[in-house]
């Protein structure tokens, strides 16, 4: 069971990514899903969930309305579309599959991790 982030680069300030991760050896579909990330100096944190069906989703406070999560159950793929990115967004970014369905916020109701893909965003 493995799961792969994508997507990841080095884009300016104010620019978007989209990162995409996608679930291979088993189906995710019925799990919730999650983003999390770790700043360079910094604790690894939450960033953005989503429940198994893709109607619940839940943010952090520093990403609430520019970033967006959303999943295609039919391929396994969750993404991660940011939007006015920032420098404070420079970070590794980690996709999870949540062990119940719906959309978690703490790294405990997630069991299975990604490998995590850079995002560095310059001024």
């Known amino acids: 069971v493995q799961l792969q982030a994508s997507g990841g680069g080095l884009v300016q300030a104010g620019g978007s990514l989209r990162l995409s991760c996608v679930a291979s050896?088993?189906?995710?579909?019925?799990?919730?899903m999650g983003w999390f990330r770790r700043a360079p100096g910094k604790e690894r944190e939450f960033v953005a969930s989503?429940?198994?069906?893709?109607?619940?989703?839940r943010y952090s406070r520093s990403v609430r309305g520019r970033f967006s999560i959303s999943r295609d159950n039919a391929k396994n793929k969750v993404f991660l579309q940011m939007n006015s990115l920032s420098p404070e967004d420079t970070a590794v970014y980690f996709c999870?599959?949540?062990?119940?369905?719906?959309?978690?916020?703490?790294?405990?109701?997630?069991?299975?991790w990604g490998q995590g893909t850079l995002v560095t965003v310059s001024s």
């Open positions: 989503i429940d198994w069906h893709g109607d619940n989703a």
């Open positions: 999870a599959a949540g062990r119940r369905a719906f959309s978690a916020t703490s790294e405990s109701e997630f069991r299975v």
């Open positions: 050896g088993r189906t995710f579909s019925n799990n919730g």
